[in-house]
Structure formats: structure tokens, C-alpha cells
């Protein structure tokens, strides 16, 4: 059974530029979660999905992230305009809520560097 | 991955030693805990959960032991392994129903043969 899929695995961009990182969660799994860890701040939640609609958008940081579900096995986040600070590792993790447990799985990371 | 360690605490243990992971959590409403690993490169992977109607549960090598009076988690890990060498992160949950875990700051397991 696939993991979590996340592409691409290593992003390096310049300042003001775009970025989408997208993510493929567990097949049947229906919560979706995109986190960004960093040295200072540890691993924090972004934003989540339930049923590919947003609940909680309260952890993105500014108007400049945004992030999408337009089904059920495809998610992305994207910077516009991106900015140095935003270099960190970016993961996403899904969920089947309806089996009793909240263990998250975790895709492997997207590094971003922005210079 | 991030090189993280260089803000956390740090454990530093012998192969075959066992390891104790300490993690304090500030709400009482948690509901639901989980040990997670992360190696270096890797996203974090489960490694054992327990609810808060239980104090105390096993897996293979690792146990968490959950202490809900001072809110306090463990993760006891038995004969460490050099493959055990990762950062140990503790998340919890209140029984909310969509799932938000709070993640705890990690320790760095530094194993050495």
C-alpha cells in the first residue's frame, strides 16, 4: 500500500517566485493535513481538509499561501510570491477518520529553499 | 531533514541501553497521544499511541507510559538500536473528532554502537 506521495521532493526558487507543492494522500483516507517544520518553530500545522474542504486555515501564514483540494487523492500548497523565510520542509498527512484513530501518516517532505 | 537538533534536547545513549523519551503536554482535555519518529531526510513515522483511559501500553521494544495527574508522556525504549538514532516527537489530541494534533518540540536520540 503507497504512502503518502509528495513532489517534489527538493524545490529551490528564487525570491518572488511561485511555488506549488502538491501532495497524493492514502488511498480511502479522508483528512488531509499540510504542516511546515523549521529549526525555530518546530512542526506546525498549516492548514487541514476534511472531505477535500478546508476546516482550518488558521496556521497559514499570510494571504501569499493558499492551498487546495480539488478531490480526494490530490492536494496542493502554493507560494505566490515566495520569500526566503518560507524555506523550510514542507509535509502533508492524511487520515481516515471514520476507523477510530487520529494517527496521522506522513509523506516524506518537500525542502524548499528560497534564495 | 532540518537540522532540528541543534535546538532540542538531546539523549545520548550505548547500544543495548534502554531510553527513556519525556514529553510534558499542557492540555488536560488530550484525549488521544502518539509517539512519533523522524530520521533525518524522512517525514515522522507512528511508532505507538495510547488513549487516555490507559496508563500504560506496549509495542514491540517500546513502551509509552502516559501519567494524566502531572500530564506527563514517556516513551521507554528497550536494547537501543544505532537504527534508533532519530529525533522523537510527542503529539496529542483532545477528542475533537477532525484529528488537529499539537506537536511537542522533539529529542534527539543519539545512538552509539
Known amino acids: 500500500d503507497a504512502g503518502v506521495i509528495q513532489s517534489p521532493r527538493h524545490e529551490v526558487t528564487e525570491m518572488g517566485q511561485e511555488v506549488t507543492l502538491r501532495c497524493k494522500p492514502i488511498?480511502?483516507?479522508?483528512?488531509l493535513f499540510w504542516y511546515r517544520q523549521t529549526m525555530m518553530r518546530g512542526l506546525e500545522l498549516l492548514i487541514y481538509?476534511?472531505?477535500?474542504?478546508?476546516?482550518?486555515d488558521s496556521g497559514m501564514p499570510e494571504d501569499r499561501f493558499s492551498a487546495k483540494m480539488p478531490n480526494a487523492s490530490f492536494s496542493t500548497l502554493k507560494i505566490q510570491p515566495s520569500e526566503p523565510r518560507d524555506s523550510a520542509v514542507y509535509f502533508c498527512?492524511?487520515?481516515?477518520?471514520?476507523?477510530?484513530?487520529?494517527?496521522?501518516?506522513f509523506g516524506p517532505g518537500t525542502r524548499l529553499t528560497v534564495l | 531533514g532540518e537540522s532540528v537538533g541543534l535546538h532540542l534536547p538531546t539523549l545520548s545513549v550505548q547500544e543495548g541501553d534502554n531510553s527513556i523519551i519525556n514529553c510534558a503536554y499542557s492540555?488536560?482535555?488530550?484525549?488521544?497521544f502518539i509517539w512519533y519518529k523522524q530520521e533525518s531526510g524522512k517525514g515522522p513515522q507512528f511508532i505507538i499511541d495510547?488513549?487516555?483511559?490507559?496508563d500504560k501500553r506496549q509495542g514491540q521494544r517500546v513502551t509509552v507510559l502516559l501519567n494524566k495527574t502531572v500530564k506527563h508522556l514517556s516513551l521507554q525504549i528497550a536494547a537501543t538500536q544505532p537504527g534508533d538514532s532519530a529525533v522523537y516527537f510527542c503529539?496529542?489530541?483532545?477528542?475533537?473528532?477532525?484529528?488537529?494534533?499539537?506537536f511537542g518540540k522533539g529529542t534527539m536520540l543519539l545512538v552509539s554502537p
Open positions: 492540555n488536560s482535555a488530550s484525549d488521544y
Open positions: 488511498s480511502g483516507h479522508n483528512s
Open positions: 503529539a496529542e489530541t483532545p477528542n475533537s473528532g477532525y484529528s488537529t494534533l499539537t
Open positions: 481538509f476534511n472531505n477535500n474542504v478546508p476546516i482550518d
Open positions: 495510547i488513549r487516555s483511559n490507559m
Open positions: 498527512a492524511s487520515i481516515r477518520t471514520s476507523i477510530g484513530t487520529d494517527t496521522q501518516y
